[in-house]
């Protein structure tokens, strides 16, 4: 993957030069499809902060930054094919199966956010769980359904 740090944006540098804060972002273009994925500039630290979609951090240098990027483009765009994989098992599937599939998604989606707070709730939690295991019977009745419409 070829990553291309453009100019300084016209915008920070003007929010940079009157307010003072940090030296102004410089935009990342995929040199290959012309997609800008993100932005680098230095910190005042001396190390380079970027983001590129949903992560973000900081490196010694550009070339660094670069790469971390790059890798961290790779893992999205992975994440959106896997996620448009699962789209299209789900829209594929019959009726009712497939709104039974979505509330399962849902459940378990609500179940790993319980999971992931720092302070974890044990009635939320307990509840999610709850909704989680009533949505899987759900699927499996709906699945059932289905396998008894396509054998009839």
Known sequence: MNLIAGKPDPKTITSSATFGTSAPVRHVVDASTGERIGWI?????????WRAFTRQGLERTEAEALE?????VLEYRACEAADAAHVA???SLPEPERTARRNRD???VAVEIERSRSVI????LDRAERAL???EAELEIAMTISNRRAAA
Not at 41 to 49: D, L, V
Not at 68 to 72: D, L, P
């Open 106 to 108: 849902k459940a378990a």
């Open 41 to 49: 500039r230095p910190s005042k630290t001396g190390w380079i902060e």
């Open 133 to 135: 295991s009533e949505a």
């Open 68 to 72: 971390a990027m790059a890798a961290a």
């Open 121 to 124: 709730r044990q009635h939320d």
């Open 89 to 91: 098992e789900v829209l």
